[in-house]
């Protein structure tokens, strides 16, 4: 099947939407926990977190337009600075996709969606108990992307918690141990199995792969 722009713009909303958000791949599955001035808390699953740097640690997540769409995880986390990034777990992939629907600000999901609060000392937003990776994240920028109104926000990481089965000693994490899931496009889940890995590459030590 092949698509040009024009046959994506013609092809209706809900097909393209579906297709455009699946042709990237697996994305990662994460529940971002926030909480209100007002002391509500705040969980909502996002599949758009990507790395960003390691030193400084920084981790950016992309949010949708504001606008007249109420977006309670961005305007917690321009409040009060603070907000956490969970990885979503497969015992708990369902509770973890409901978090999506448009809750009323004064609504936790935590409590609708049968998830965890968990805190840690001097940091004030949730952690997601029931998760096994989790990160904690002080805000430092918002980038508008002017081509969408789409928004890179910007965070350093100042908190991690890993299982120490999923942590080798040299720093990677294994995430098929984590229980850690993946998301194609909106609805659809996947279990991360780890395949292979290899060491750094080098120009000098690239294999001869026309000969083997």
Known sequence: MYFNK??????????????VNSITGIKPANLIGTISKDKISNVAIFSSVVHLG??????????????EIPRNTYENILENGQYTINHVGEEFIENSHYTSAKFDASTSEFEICNLTEEYLTDFEA???????????????????IESNGTILVV???????IPDKALNK?????????????ISGLNSYY??????????????????????
């Open 191 to 212: 279990k991360l199995e780890k395949i292979t890995s290899f060491p750094y590459a080098r120009v000098s030590e690239i294999p001869d792969f026309k000969n083997e």
């Open 126 to 144: 949730p952690f997601v108990k029931e998760s096994a990776i989790k990160i904690g994240l002080r805000h430092l920028e918002s980038i508008p």
């Open 54 to 67: 390691s030193n400084p640690a920084l981790i950016g997540v992309i949010v949708r337009p504001t606008g």
């Open 170 to 182: 040299k720093g990677y994490i294994d995430l098929e141990k984590a229980n850690t899931t993946g």
């Open 6 to 19: 024009k046959d994506l713009e013609e092809i209706g909303n809900v097909k393209r939407l579906n297709i």
């Open 155 to 161: 965070g350093e990481v100042e908190h991690v918690i």
